[in-house]
C-alpha cells in the first residue's frame, strides 16, 4: 500500500473516532425530560341533601267503569207490544212508564184467580155454617137418643109384667139403633169440621197467592221505571210478541257507577289497612277532557279469576262524569309514609342503587323503594328508606354510565 493511501485511511478513523467521541459526549450531557403522570379524571355532577319528609305514594292503574246497579228487565208474560215511548239514553225517573204490553191475557187469568178465590172463600163460609148447624143438631141427636133408650127400657119393663109384646120390644131396640147410628153420623161430621177446615184454608191460600202472582203480571203489562236512572236499551218494538222470560229493557240505577282496577300485591296490605282503620284513599281519572275524583269503598275478597289479581273498586264523586263499560287510566294516592326520603327517579341506579358522595368520591348504597309519585313540576320521583342513610346525606342526581364506588366528582356550581 502506498504512502499517501495510508495518510488517507488514517486520516478517515481519526475523523471518525472524534465524531464517535463527540457523539457519547452529547449523549452522556444531555438533560432527561421529566416523567408525566397521568390526572385522574373528576367528573361534575348534581346532587341533593336528603331529609326525611311525609311522602304520599301513588299508583297509576287501568280501571273499568262498571255498575252493581244494572237492570236488565225481562217479561213476567206472554204479550203483544204495544207502546215503547222512550228509547237507550233516556233519563228516566222512578215510575215513569218504560213500555205498555197488551193486558188481554194478563186480565183473563187474573179474573179467573179472583173468580177461585172467591168461591173458595164461599165453601169456607158453608163449612161454618154447616158446623154450626152440626152443633145445634148435636143436642138435639142427644135428647132423641135418650128417648130412644127410655122407650126400650119401658118396653122391656113392660114385656115383664106381659103387658108388652115381644114385637114392640124388638121395634124399640131398631129405633135406639137408628138413634145411635144418625148420633154418630152427626158425631162425624162434627168432628171432622177442623180438618175440613185445614183444606179448605190451604186450598184458599194456594189460590190467594196464584192470585197476587197474577195481579203482579198484570200489573206488568204498563212497565214502570223502579228507579232513578238511565236507559240503557230497548230490547222490543212496538208489535212485537214477547214471552216469559223475554229481555224488555236495561236500566242503569243512579250512583252506582264504580272503577274496578286491580291492585299490585305490593299495595293490597296498605289499601286495606287503610280501609279497616277508615282513612280515606283519593284517585284520579281524567275522562272527555274531564276529571273526576274517586274514592276507594272496598276490596273484593276474591282474586280476579281471568288475571287471579285483586281488584279494588272506587266511587265517583259525581257519578255523571263516568261512562258504564270505559277503560280509563286512574291515579291512586296510597296512605302517606312517614319518616321516609324521596329523591328524582333519574338519581336511581338500576333497580335499588343510589351513590352517595363521600368526600370527593361516589359509595353506592342499597335502598328499599316504597313507591313514587309526582311532585308539582311533574317531575317523577320515588320513596324509599335504608338504614345506611340519614339525613343530610348528599345523593348525585346525574346518572354518569360509568358510576363505581370511589369514581371521583365534583358539585357542579
Do not use: C
Amino acid at each position: 500500500m502506498s504512502p499517501s493511501v495510508n495518510g488517507r485511511f488514517l486520516t478517515l478513523l481519526v475523523v471518525l473516532g472524534l465524531t464517535a467521541a463527540g457523539l457519547a459526549y452529547l449523549v452522556s450531557t444531555r438533560s432527561t425530560p421529566p416523567v408525566s403522570v397521568p390526572e385522574e379524571r373528576t367528573w361534575t355532577v348534581d346532587s341533593v341533601r336528603l331529609e326525611p319528609g311525609t311522602f304520599t305514594p301513588e299508583l297509576s292503574l287501568l280501571g273499568t267503569v262498571q255498575s252493581s246497579g244494572l237492570a236488565r228487565i225481562t217479561s213476567r208474560i206472554t204479550a203483544d207490544v204495544l207502546v215503547t215511548p222512550l228509547l237507550g239514553g233516556t233519563r228516566v225517573s222512578k215510575g215513569t212508564i218504560l213500555m205498555e204490553l197488551d193486558p188481554t191475557d194478563a186480565g183473563a187469568a187474573l179474573r179467573q184467580r179472583e173468580a177461585d178465590v172467591s168461591e173458595l172463600k164461599a165453601v169456607i163460609a158453608e163449612e161454618k155454617l154447616r158446623h154450626r148447624f152440626d152443633e145445634d143438631a148435636m143436642a138435639r141427636e142427644n135428647t132423641l137418643l135418650e128417648l130412644a133408650q127410655k122407650s126400650l127400657a119401658r118396653q122391656k119393663q113392660l114385656a115383664k109384667s106381659n103387658v108388652s109384646s115381644q114385637e114392640r120390644v124388638e121395634a124399640a131396640e131398631i129405633a135406639l139403633e137408628q138413634q145411635q147410628l144418625s148420633m154418630n153420623a152427626r158425631q162425624l161430621s162434627f168432628s171432622n169440621h177442623a180438618n175440613r177446615m185445614i183444606q179448605f184454608e190451604a186450598r184458599l191460600t194456594r189460590a190467594q197467592a196464584l192470585l197476587e202472582v197474577a195481579r203482579q203480571d198484570f200489573s206488568q203489562t204498563t212497565l214502570k221505571a223502579p228507579f232513578d236512572g238511565w236507559i240503557t236499551a230497548v230490547y222490543p218494538m212496538p208489535g212485537s210478541r214477547v214471552r216469559l222470560g223475554d229481555p224488555l229493557i236495561e236500566l242503569l240505577a243512579d250512583n252506582t257507577l264504580e272503577v274496578a282496577a286491580q291492585i299490585p300485591n305490593s299495595a293490597v296490605a296498605r289499601l286495606r289497612e287503610a280501609l279497616a282503620q277508615g282513612q280515606s284513599v283519593a284517585a284520579q281519572t281524567h275522562l272527555y277532557g274531564q276529571t273526576a275524583t274517586l274514592k276507594l269503598v272496598r276490596m273484593a275478597a276474591k282474586a280476579n279469576d281471568k288475571t287471579a289479581g285483586l281488584d279494588a273498586y272506587f266511587a265517583p264523586d259525581e257519578a255523571n262524569k263516568l261512562t258504564l263499560g270505559k277503560s280509563l287510566s286512574i291515579k291512586i294516592s296510597l296512605p302517606p309514609l312517614s319518616d321516609v326520603y324521596s329523591l328524582p327517579v333519574i338519581a336511581l341506579y338500576g333497580d335499588e342503587t343510589v351513590y352517595r358522595i363521600e368526600g370527593e368520591r361516589l359509595a353506592p348504597l342499597t335502598i328499599q323503594k316504597l313507591g313514587r309519585f309526582q311532585d308539582a313540576q311533574g317531575q317523577d320521583r320515588i320513596i324509599f328508606s335504608s338504614p345506611d342513610l340519614k339525613a343530610g346525606d348528599e345523593i348525585i342526581l346525574t346518572q354518569l354510565p360509568n358510576a363505581v364506588s370511589g369514581l371521583k366528582v365534583r358539585r357542579r356550581s
